[in-house]
């Protein structure tokens, strides 16, 4: 269930939005990487199956299918913040998922079509509709007490740091 947090009536509200289970979500994502996986084999295939240029073919791929997501991140002492840019989409548009060391945002937007005067129907945007971004952290963080908001199309992660049980250990002499 998503809710939003409202704010004063000048400043536009962020919405709040629920963790997927990472295992489920990984499962919805599988079919957009495999679609990327052929795309990239069909362009080394035209290619005549020239070597060296696999990074390329998987960029173009990755380029044909999804939007690009640009990210920033900052760390505290006690928190990890990430920023993704995620213009155009709402928050039934999106689903995200945190794990101790890794973080998924994936995305599929809806397309709108529209009647020609010729009764034909054409998709107004050809631009990509997915969001595909998975993102390794540097440090471990506590899912259960990470807050995620979509504002202004920013999707926003505060994510707490875990707490870390070293303390008291003491080396055997």
Request: aromatic fraction near 6%; charge should be negative; proline fraction near 5%.
């Amino acid at each position: 269930m998503k809710s939003t947090k409202s704010r004063s009536t000048s400043e536009p509200s962020a919405t709040l939005l629920q963790m997927r289970d990472p295992d489920k979500l990984r499962w919805e994502m599988q079919p957009l990487q495999l679609a990327i996986a052929r795309r990239a084999f069909e362009l080394f295939e035209k290619r005549g199956r020239e070597q060296g240029h696999d990074w390329e073919d998987w960029f173009k791929a990755e380029s044909e299918f999804l939007c690009p997501v640009s990210i920033a991140t900052s760390e505290s002492d006690d928190r990890v913040s990430i920023r993704a840019n995620v213009l155009g989409f709402t928050e039934n548009e999106l689903h995200v998922s945190v794990e101790p060391r890794r973080l998924a945002i994936f995305g599929k937007r809806e397309r709108s079509a529209s009647r020609t005067e010729a009764g034909s129907i054409g998709l107004t945007d050809q631009y990509p509709d997915r969001i595909l971004r998975l993102i390794d952290l540097t440090t471990e963080v506590d899912p259960s007490r990470a807050v995620i908001e979509l504002e202004s199309g920013m999707l926003k992660f505060e994510l707490p740091k875990a707490a870390t049980s070293h303390k008291g250990t003491l080396a055997a002499a």
